[in-house]
Structure formats: C-alpha cells, structure tokens
C-alpha cells in the first residue's frame, strides 16, 4: 500500500542551526515527490518537488531535499534556519496509480524555532 | 493573478445547519479537492473532482457534498449528518495534463460549529 511517514511530530531548533525533516515514503514504482508548507490558518505552499533526474532538489526558502531510493526517503533540509521557517511541513507523494492525481500525505512535522 | 479562493475563510454554524464553502480557482485547472484539516493530523481527502460533472468520494465523504458544475468551481456543503464538522477546510487543484499530482491550495476555511 501506499503511504508517507513523517516520524517527527514535533521538532525544535535554534535559529541560524540546521535542519532536516525526515520523509519515508511505500510507492509502487517511481514516486513523485513533494514538500509542502503551512503556516498557521493558512493553506499549503509547495516548498520544492522531486518527479526525476537530480536526485537534490532545491526549493524556495532555501529549502532542499534528497530523494534516495535505496532508503525510501526524501528528506528536507536547510543549513541555517530563520525565525520565519516556524511552520508545519508536509510531505507527500503521488500521483496514485489509479490516474486519480491524488497525492498522499505525511501526518505533517510542526517545527519550532528558538530565538 | 492565477490562484485558489476560498471563502469565507471563518464561519459559525449551529448544530443541524447546513453549510457551504466556496472554492474558486483561475489556474484553468481539470482537477480540484476538498481535504479537511484537525490539529496534528494530516491531510484527509473529502471528495475530489476531475472534470465538470464528475466527483469521487475520498477517504472521509460521509456527511459532506459537492457538485462540479462549472470548472472554476468546487463548492463544498457541511450537512447536518457530518457528525463532527469543526475543522479546517482546504480547498485544491491540479492541472490534469501535468499528470504529476502537484496540488495547489487556498487559503482554506475554518467551520466551527458552536
């Protein structure tokens, strides 16, 4: 079956540290891969997207994420986080292969930065 | 400039009310979604839409409606039968011919239902 996992509900860093969110996806075939940011009471901006080639994708923001195959995963990171990066994240992956163009998603990782 | 409205973007129901929120998208888009929102959960797909006159259930459709008659246009309805409708209501799209699933949202709409 197909899903995502965020394993982090929550994480907390200091601002100007490094950051990575973990993604572990279960897909049948090449997944397309994505990170998506929500700021509280507001909707979902895509951070970046992964469907081929480079394996390192880079977003906005600063943002970057690594697809590895072997592991399943698709990790978001950025070297030096600022006070504004304060939000929850979402990964997801699709599209299913029911044609439908859904898209599955992570329970979502809250990030919490310390002044 | 192309997005997704949402509105209204706060509204305030009694119990065994209907109600209807509105989603509107410019991005000529084939496809739109409804998810619904509850703290520290993820994403969870009410119906969704992939051409005019066509919708599908998603994971968590009872006691919700849609309709599709126009492609702007992916209006949601709350009924009295949704058993706990206080949540945060994402409206989305996706163009049919990218075929990659990429979503774009709005802003949403919170129901709280006093």
């Known amino acids: 079956a197909q899903s995502v996992t965020q394993p982090d509900i929550h994480i907390t860093v200091s601002e100007g540290a490094s950051l990575e969110l973990r993604c572990n996806y279960s897909?049948?075939?090449?997944?397309?891969l994505f990170w998506y940011v929500q700021s509280p009471g507001q909707g979902l901006q895509l951070l970046l997207k992964?469907?081929?080639?480079?394996?390192l994708v880079q977003g906005i923001k600063g943002f970057e994420a690594e697809f590895k195959r072997s592991q399943s995963s698709f990790n978001l990171r950025k070297p030096s986080v600022h006070w504004s990066d304060a939000a929850e994240y979402f990964c997801?992956?699709?599209?299913?292969?029911?044609?439908?163009?859904?898209?599955?998603f992570g329970s979502g990782t809250r990030l919490l930065v310390r002044p | 400039d192309g997005g997704i409205t949402q509105s209204p973007k706060y509204l305030f129901r009694k119990e065994g009310q209907n109600v209807t929120l509105s989603c509107e998208q410019n991005?000529?888009?084939?496809?739109m979604y409804w998810y619904r929102q509850d703290p520290g959960q993820g994403l969870r797909l009410i119906y969704y839409?992939?051409?005019?006159?066509?919708?599908q259930k998603g994971d968590i459709a009872e006691g919700y409606s849609v309709s599709r008659e126009k492609k702007e246009s992916f209006p949601l309805t709350v009924t009295s039968a949704q058993k706990n409708p206080t949540a945060f209501y994402l409206c989305?799209?996706?163009?049919?011919?990218?075929?990659?699933?990429?979503?774009?949202f709005g802003e949403g709409s919170r129901l709280t239902v006093l």
């Open positions: 989305a799209s996706s163009g049919r011919a990218a075929n990659t699933g990429e979503l774009f």
């Open positions: 897909y049948g075939a090449t997944p397309y």
């Open positions: 992964y469907f081929s080639g480079d394996t």
């Open positions: 997801a992956v699709g599209p299913l292969m029911d044609s439908s163009y859904k898209l599955i």
């Open positions: 991005l000529n888009h084939d496809a």
């Open positions: 839409s992939q051409i005019v006159n066509d919708f």
